[in-house]
């Protein structure tokens, strides 16, 4: 059992009994702390892993929170049964939109998806399709119900939140061990090898931008139920910004250096709320000095040029020779 291992039963562990510890204000920071993680592990499948520059992350996290309250306060529809679309429907918006700039890179596909979170974030002020409330957005989001069970208390919200993380982390684990897992690695070391390996770009990027958008689309959906209402504000371009600095902060495809970066983005703005706006003045400062001082991020991932999966087999033909 490897250090990485040892500190995630750890953390998992912690924040299995967090309720039990904590009154409900830290309560309700633990959820937006699972829910942001969640959001921040989705990124991170796009920029960490594949090394796409999508500076749009909050349109997907957005648009499975819509959803979900569109479904629900307009359309009748049960929390439970709004949350496969709530996947479905960023899967699907995601596809359409990288579809046309996925040969972009760099700076130019970053533009791009800024672009993108600007044109979502206005259309849901301006009630273009006559449903998202407009600037006020959409309030009364009923409770989740299960077998006629009624989940609205914050432990319970908490704990779907919590389940919804270890799902995020299985399917990263699997990801990381599977061949698309690899061929998102080639691709972010080098896009030339990668396709002169025979490996498609494109259909593997579009894959990337799809499995982060259902994972953010069901963050998203434990965002409104959590706060029983949605607002254009919670989801625009700044937001973005901040799961693009988490990645980047604490580490590309680093899975402590999420929870870090998580931590520091959005659980610390919490504790100093005091301070008002200048505690974004220091956060802005702190994030100029990680990058100076640990341009890999907090806690870099340590895997290295070749794959472990690589090395164990070099190894096993060393042992058979």
Do not use: C
């Amino acid at each position: 059992m490897n250090k990485t291992t040892i500190i995630a039963i750890l953390f998992l562990v912690t924040m299995a009994v967090f309720p039990f510890l904590v009154d409900s204000a830290w309560l309700s920071i633990g959820i937006t702390f699972l829910v942001f993680a969640v959001v921040a592990f989705s990124q991170d499948i796009i920029l960490g892993r594949a090394g796409i520059f999508n500076m749009g992350h909050a349109i997907f996290f957005g648009i499975g929170a819509y959803t979900t309250a569109i479904l629900n306060v307009q359309f009748g529809f049960e929390i439970i049964e709004t949350i496969p679309f709530a996947i479905i429907f960023p899967v699907i918006i995601s596809v359409l939109l990288a579809g046309p700039i996925i040969h972009l890179r760099g700076d130019y596909l970053l533009v791009a998806t800024i672009g993108f979170n600007i044109i979502f974030e206005q259309v849901l002020k301006n009630n273009v399709f006559d449903v998202t409330g407009g600037p006020n957005g959409i309030f009364g989001i009923d409770v989740v119900r299960v077998f006629g069970y009624e989940l609205w208390s914050d432990t319970a919200i908490y704990y779907i939140a919590f389940g919804l993380l270890i799902i995020t982390l299985f399917i990263i684990r699997n990801l990381d061990n599977s061949k698309y897992g690899r061929a998102l690695y080639y691709i972010n070391k080098n896009e030339i090898a990668a396709k002169s390996m025979g490996i498609n770009i494109s259909y593997y990027k579009l894959f990337a931008f799809a499995l982060g958008a259902a994972i953010a689309g069901a963050a998203g959906a434990v965002f409104a139920i959590q706060y029983s209402a949605v607002s254009p504000e919670s989801f625009n371009f700044m937001q973005s910004v901040m799961f693009f600095a988490i990645v980047l902060v604490g580490g590309s495809a680093s899975l402590p250096g999420i929870i870090i970066g998580t931590f520091v983005m959005f659980v610390l703005p919490e504790l100093f709320t005091e301070f008002k706006e200048s505690r974004y003045l220091i956060f802005g400062a702190a994030m100029v000095l990680t990058m100076i001082l640990r341009p890999n991020g907090v806690w870099p991932a340590t895997f290295g040029n070749i794959p472990k999966f690589l090395k164990r087999k070099a190894a096993k033909l060393k042992e058979t020779k």
